[in-house]
């Protein structure tokens, strides 16, 4: 059912978890169906725009454009005062006052492997790197609550990302081997609406490891499905957020912009046994 071509992202792999159908409809059927996600569609396109716009000012200013020059307007009250707190923290973090001038700071990085037989991406916000020292990957969430700290570990982006950075990171630094040392390895990630606070997941070997194979056993797990074997979500929270629930019979109204982090969950695996009956 999917194709051969097929590039899972960690976008992707969230659909996947959240709802099944949702993955088979966006990601390999490129269903459009025009539900609103958000009561307050207004409010919706602002934040999406606010987004855009933050991440293009970090991107500026980890590529050393000066403050005074990077994109945006003023006009913004609110994201201004997301990138005043942005910068005010950013100063304290480790690349900044660790390790002198060698640390390597790459934004909107993008990163590509092969994991088993299937191809995965990333694009990272920050990469910082201190060769054979430390290699930190920073992601900025505008505008959010954090979910809590066990579904934010658990979650594809951070599972994906901590083993691709590992997998694959080293080409991008020129490094002659491929990966990195997971135990030097970290993923922090940062939100607008809690600026101060930083939250932090150090990897290792042994989750490299765990990654690898779990997230593997998921790809072909998700590869062998046929069309009818997608299931539609039990958890009908997410649908309130969903461009297709009118599509599946799942109401037309949507959700409040205030309830969208309701909804986020730990990454799910099928269980062994059925994975193990699967013919891949």
């Not at 409010?43 to 716009?53: H, K």
């Amino acid at each position: 059912m999917i194709p051969e071509d097929f590039t899972f992202s960690q976008h992707s792999l969230a659909d996947f978890n959240t709802c099944q159908w949702r993955f088979l409809l966006r990601h390999v059927e490129h269903v459009a169906w025009p539900a609103a996600e958000m009561q307050d569609q207004v409010t919706a396109d602002r934040r999406q725009e606010q987004g855009v716009a933050f991440h293009l000012r970090a991107m500026q200013y980890f590529s050393g454009l000066p403050v005074d020059q990077l994109t945006g307007s003023s006009a913004d009250v609110e994201l201004e005062a997301w990138w005043q707190d942005f910068l005010s923290i950013e100063q304290k973090l480790p690349y900044r006052v660790e390790g002198g001038s060698g640390w390597r700071l790459m934004p909107e990085l993008q990163l590509n492997a092969r994991l088993g037989r299937h191809r995965v991406t990333g694009k990272f916000d920050l990469l910082a790197a201190l060769p054979g020292d430390a290699y930190q990957v920073y992601d900025w969430k505008s505008g959010a609550r954090a979910p809590a700290r066990d579904v934010l570990e658990g979650h594809p982006q951070t599972r994906l990302y901590s083993w691709l950075v590992t997998e694959a990171g080293g080409h991008a630094l020129g490094l002659e081997q491929g990966g990195l040392d997971p135990g030097l390895v970290s993923m922090t990630y940062w939100y607008a609406g809690q600026p101060g606070t930083w939250i932090r997941f150090d990897y290792s070997a042994a989750q490299f490891q765990a990654d690898a194979e779990q997230l593997s056993a998921l790809l072909d797990y998700i590869a062998s499905l046929p069309e009818d074997g997608f299931r539609k979500t039990e958890d009908t929270r997410a649908c309130r957020f969903c461009l297709y629930r009118s599509y599946c019979e799942r109401g037309y109204r949507p959700g409040a912009a205030d309830a969208v982090d309701e909804t986020a969950t730990a990454l799910e695996l099928p269980s062994w046994d059925e994975i193990d009956t699967l013919e891949i």
